[in-house]
């Protein structure tokens, strides 16, 4: 990328709206409680067909994610038309709705599957901390609220946007729950890692979504922050940070991913690693194989759940 020419990376499209976003999304809160998922439907399809309209780079970001997805998983027997990238875009207004609902404290428990969860309750009762690694895939919303059934799961979440923040504060707000706390992020400082590193000392575990760049990455340093993989079959770059992370604290990475099928959501905890000390010589190898492991485990699950995930912004060309 020529960094003399406007990126078109997420981390550096212009928000838009300021105060407009953050009072449309109490509006939509406000809606849900008044009229349920209904009344919240019909704000939110008319707002989402006018960005799939006129938004033209989350239309293209989604076209060419299907186009990626259908080429190596060809019997899945997709077709990266604009009616499919509108079932995309559907899928996105849907997992907006759950999280409203997630957030709400209106699951029920008997409609969510969790794979894995023994391997998370024993890392609990042993008071172990960590990293999660989560994905713009499925709801991981419904992951944060479950926390609220396991008061000693204190969840970190490392945000990278002030909206994405707002949006946050405003759910986790009505679920007043205390085991979650959210973290506003451009990049990670000595600091920063120095607080971060004893909130896992102490038990608590990271949560940080590992498959967008980092914010500054349109720089002449991208390389350095970012670990070539491949993904979907073709040459992507994921962030360096988590894996970096979890090697200097020496702390198990989990995977927790959410996705809702016919029968319910369905949460996915994986370990991707435990803690180990790696000698400086081996340390570039392990961070390449441990985002490369999670390269593979996303692939797995875009698989199972083709339209819900939900980076819209064109990921490889960051690579390109």
């Known amino acids: 990328m020529n960094p003399s020419q406007p990126s078109t990376a997420w981390s550096v499209q212009k928000e838009r709206g300021g105060q407009i976003a953050y009072w449309g ?22 707002v989402l067909a006018w960005f799939f309209i006129f938004g033209r780079l989350a239309r293209q970001a989604s076209q060419q994610y299907l186009q990626k997805l259908a080429q190596f998983a060809p019997q899945l027997h997709l077709r990266a038309t604009y009616w499919l990238s509108w079932r995309h875009f559907l899928s996105f207004a849907d997992t907006i709705l759950d999280k409203f609902h997630a957030w709400s404290n209106d699951i029920d428990h008997a409609q969510v599957h969790c794979l894995g969860r023994e391997m998370m309750l024993e890392r609990l009762t042993q008071g172990q901390g960590g990293i999660m690694l989560t994905a713009h895939l499925g709801n991981t919303e419904a992951m944060q609220a479950l926390s609220k059934a396991n008061e000693s799961l204190r969840l970190n979440i490392l945000v990278h946007t002030q909206h994405a923040e707002q949006f946050n504060r405003i759910l986790a707000a009505r679920a007043q729950t205390r085991t979650i706390r959210l973290i506003q992020v451009e990049d990670i400082n000595a600091a920063l890692a120095a607080e971060l590193s004893e909130r896992v000392e102490r038990g608590e575990w990271l949560v940080i979504a590992a498959d967008r760049v980092p ?75 441990s985002a490369q492991r999670y390269a593979d485990r996303l692939t797995h699950y875009c698989q199972l759940a083709p339209l819900q995930w939900f980076n819209f912004y064109p990921f490889w060309s960051e690579h390109e």
């Not at 109490?26 to 008319?46: D, E, S, V």
């Not at 959410?258 to 369905?266: A, E, F, R, W």
Request: a positive charge; charged letters at 15%; proline letters at 8%.
């Open 215 to 289: 914010v500054h990455s349109t720089n002449t340093t991208a390389t350095a922050r970012t670990l070539d993989v491949n993904f979907l079959g073709q040459p992507a770059r994921l962030p360096l940070g988590p894996h970096l992370l979890a090697l200097m604290m020496q702390c198990p990475l989990v995977l927790a991913v959410c996705l809702k099928q016919s029968d319910g959501l369905h949460l996915y905890f994986e370990t991707l690693s435990e803690p180990e000390i790696v000698p400086r010589q081996q340390r570039e190898a392990w961070l390449n194989q």
């Open 25 to 46: 999304m109490k509006l939509m809160l406000h809606a849900y409680a008044l009229g349920g998922r209904p009344l919240f439907a019909l704000i939110l399809y008319p």
